[in-house]
């Protein structure tokens, strides 16, 4: 394994070294000392060199600086000392701190503080003298000071690196809800784009199809009038779509979302199509009002087995059923199955999953498949129900 490189010294750390060194070695030239011992004064150059080159190992190598600066600032009181090598030691325990591990900057301060009280007290039972005190003082500010500063700083930076990555995240989960909500918008499009045209389409696919096919001017005639109805229909529904998703204003109100109180407009738009349509609605007047989304769901649901049963349903009839509970709306819808002659347009399974995609966005539930005939042994229909529930507080229902 190759042996790493230690880490070049940061630009400002170079030039705190060389200021520091350069102010020292200044005060050396001019005599200034802060104190008198037996060592010449040419010794105190010797923690002074020492300490200007662990500057260089604040941010690479903080404790080890820190543990030599210390044995280098004990050498400096048997000297006439430096005041820089003084100021170096101090910025050495404010770097250890700021960029040293987590548990050194916990453990530095208090082992400061101890070390101050303990010079203090020290020093006070050795002179038996108030002025003890300033020795203390000096101690709290060449250790406990830059200690108790690095820990506000490195707080400091801390809490902006939090706040700077909750930023982030919060960034994130916008960005994600945002890509959710496209996404919810796109397919609640494609289900009302689904929903609004696709009867009309249909019902132009077959009755264009029996026109071609068909050698008889009266068939004709009424199968290009149902194919004009429903490609104007079809047409002004399209139109409104595309009207309200290029308006960027916001101006242009989209039309009123429909109810079943329609659905008897939208039977008898089935059976112009050629579709036998019964409509049984078991609800009554006295029933409390349906939420807005309940009834656009159950419509769209209606709308498309009406769809679906023109493209697909054997001869026979078609029954649309509605019945109230008490906790919500159930609606069903049987279509003959079995084999189908003549035209047929093609469908592409969207439906199905739309009709389900809207009852589960209620909370509700949706089945659909073949089952026996009720009335006619042997027979199958094809049957499509969804429940949709309602909650008690939207209806006005005490539970």
Same mark, same amino acid.
């Given at each position: &394994?190759?042996?790493?490189?230690?880490?070049?010294?940061?630009?400002?750390?170079?030039?705190?070294?060389?200021?520091?060194?350069?102010?020292?070695?200044?005060?050396?030239?001019?005599?200034?000392?802060?104190?008198?011992?037996?060592?010449?004064?040419?010794? %105190?150059?010797?923690? +002074?060199?020492?300490?200007?080159?662990?500057?260089?190992? =604040?941010?690479?190598?903080?404790?080890?600086?820190?543990?030599?600066?210390?044995?280098?600032?004990?050498?400096?009181?048997?000297?006439?000392?430096?005041?820089?090598?003084?100021? &170096?030691?101090?910025?050495?325990?404010?770097?250890?701190?700021?960029?040293?591990?987590?548990?050194?900057?916990? =453990?530095?301060?208090?082992?400061?503080? +101890?070390?101050?009280?303990?010079?203090?007290?020290?020093? +006070?039972?050795?002179?038996?003298?108030?002025?003890?005190?300033?020795?203390?003082?000096?101690?709290?500010?060449?250790?406990?000071?830059?200690?108790?500063?690095?820990?506000?700083?490195?707080?400091?930076?801390?809490?902006?690196?939090?706040?700077?990555?909750?930023?982030?995240?919060?960034?994130?989960?916008?960005?994600?809800?945002?890509?959710?909500?496209?996404?919810?918008? @796109?397919?609640?499009?494609? =289900?009302?784009?689904?929903? &609004?045209?696709?009867?009309?389409? %249909?019902?132009?696919?077959?009755?264009?199809?029996?026109? +071609? %096919?068909?050698?008889?001017?009266?068939?004709?005639?009424?199968?290009?009038?149902?194919? $004009?109805?429903?490609?104007?229909?079809?047409?002004?529904? &399209?139109? =409104?779509?595309?009207?309200?998703?290029?308006?960027?204003?916001?101006?242009?109100?989209?039309?009123?979302?429909?109810?079943?109180?329609?659905?008897?407009?939208?039977?008898?738009?089935?059976?112009?199509?050629?579709?036998?349509?019964?409509? /049984? /609605?078991?609800?009554?007047?006295?029933?409390?009002?349906?939420?807005?989304?309940?009834?656009?769901?159950?419509?769209?649901?209606?709308?498309?087995?009406?769809?679906?049963?023109?493209?697909?349903?054997?001869?026979?009839?078609?029954?649309?059923?509605?019945?109230?509970? @008490?906790?919500?709306?159930?609606? $069903?819808?049987?279509?003959?199955?079995?084999?189908?002659?003549?035209?047929?347009?093609?469908?592409?399974?969207?439906?199905?999953?739309?009709?389900?995609?809207?009852?589960?966005?209620?909370?509700?539930?949706?089945? %659909?498949?073949?089952?026996?005939?009720?009335?006619?042994?042997?027979?199958?229909?094809?049957?499509?129900?969804?429940?949709?529930?309602?909650?008690?507080? /939207?209806?006005?229902?005490?539970?």
């Amino acid at each position: &394994m190759p042996l790493s490189l230690p880490r070049r010294p940061d630009v400002v750390d170079v030039r705190i070294c060389v200021v520091s060194l350069v102010s020292g070695l200044g005060l050396y030239a001019l005599g200034i000392t802060m104190q008198s011992r037996a060592l010449g004064p040419n010794w %105190s150059l010797l923690p +002074l060199f020492v300490m200007s080159g662990l500057v260089l190992m =604040r941010r690479t190598a903080p404790q080890f600086a820190l543990v030599v600066g210390t044995l280098a600032l004990i050498a400096d009181q048997f000297t006439t000392g430096n005041l820089a090598t003084v100021v &170096m030691f101090t910025d050495l325990v404010y770097a250890a701190v700021v960029y040293g591990t987590p548990a050194q900057a916990r =453990r530095i301060p208090v082992t400061t503080g +101890l070390i101050t009280v303990a010079v203090t007290v020290g020093f +006070l039972a050795w002179f038996r003298q108030a002025d003890a005190i300033l020795v203390g003082a000096v101690t709290a500010l060449v250790s406990f000071a830059p200690a108790t500063t690095g820990v506000l700083v490195r707080n400091h930076r801390e809490a902006a690196d939090l706040a700077r990555l909750r930023a982030e995240q919060t960034a994130l989960l916008a960005e994600k809800d945002r890509a959710q909500a496209v996404t919810a918008e @796109r397919a609640r499009m494609a =289900r009302e784009l689904h929903d &609004m045209v696709a009867n009309h389409l %249909s019902a132009i696919a077959i009755h264009s199809t029996a026109a +071609l %096919s068909l050698d008889d001017p009266r068939t004709t005639k009424d199968a290009l009038t149902v194919i $004009r109805e429903n490609s104007v229909e079809g047409l002004a529904e &399209m139109r =409104r779509l595309i009207g309200i998703l290029r308006d960027s204003s916001g101006d242009l109100e989209p039309a009123a979302a429909p109810t079943l109180d329609g659905l008897g407009a939208l039977a008898g738009n089935a059976r112009t199509n050629g579709l036998d349509v019964r409509l /049984d /609605d078991a609800r009554t007047p006295d029933d409390a009002p349906l939420p807005a989304p309940v009834e656009l769901a159950a419509y769209r649901i209606v709308q498309e087995s009406l769809t679906n049963a023109l493209k697909h349903a054997a001869p026979g009839q078609v029954t649309v059923a509605l019945v109230r509970e @008490r906790d919500g709306l159930r609606v $069903r819808v049987t279509s003959p199955f079995g084999e189908v002659k003549g035209p047929r347009a093609p469908g592409s399974g969207a439906g199905l999953v739309g009709m389900e995609e809207r009852a589960a966005l209620l909370g509700g539930t949706f089945e %659909s498949g073949p089952e026996a005939h009720p009335d006619v042994p042997g027979a199958k229909v094809w049957r499509v129900e969804a429940r949709l529930p309602i909650d008690p507080k /939207d209806q006005g229902v005490p539970e």
